[in-house]
């Protein structure tokens, strides 16, 4: 177990159709708290980069078409090996596999709209959050959090 860091957002339809705070309070009674978090649109350039990895599939330009069309969410949330905490709620890349519970499976159908992301790896994160947030941006509460837990 690991105090962790995942950079995650929220993405087009999740701002559009109004679940920004269902989502976020999903992850915050997980028990993950929110290090860093903004409302923005990302321009094409910050696009590309954060989805460097899927550069030349088919589905690369719907992607960046997709996030970078409307405000977006961006935190960090803070936790407990919060990186595959947060993928487990948020849930499987296409809705329709997604289980029942999870974000995706819960809000989602398509793939090319799946509400959410989530860093994969401490090497995803740490790439991603440096993306979207500067150091001074981003607080992290969870030792004050947990102190707090245990003498309350
Ligand atoms: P995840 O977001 O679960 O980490 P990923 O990193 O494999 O999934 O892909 C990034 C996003 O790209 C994903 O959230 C939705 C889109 N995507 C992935 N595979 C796709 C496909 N086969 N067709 C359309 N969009 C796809
Ligand atoms: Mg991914």
Redesign the pocket.
Known sequence: MAIEKTLILCKADTVARGLTGEVLARFERRGYTIAAMKILVCDEARAKKH?A??EG???FA??VGYITSAPIVALVLEGSDAIEGA?AT?G???PIKAGPGTIRGDYGQT??R?LV??S?SAESAAREIAIWFEPSEIFSRTNDLEQWLVSN
Request: net charge neutral; aromatic share 10%; glycine share 16%.
């Open positions: 989805y990895e899927h599939k088919p589905f719907g992607l993928r948020i499987a890349t296409n793939i090319g799946n992301h989530g994969d």
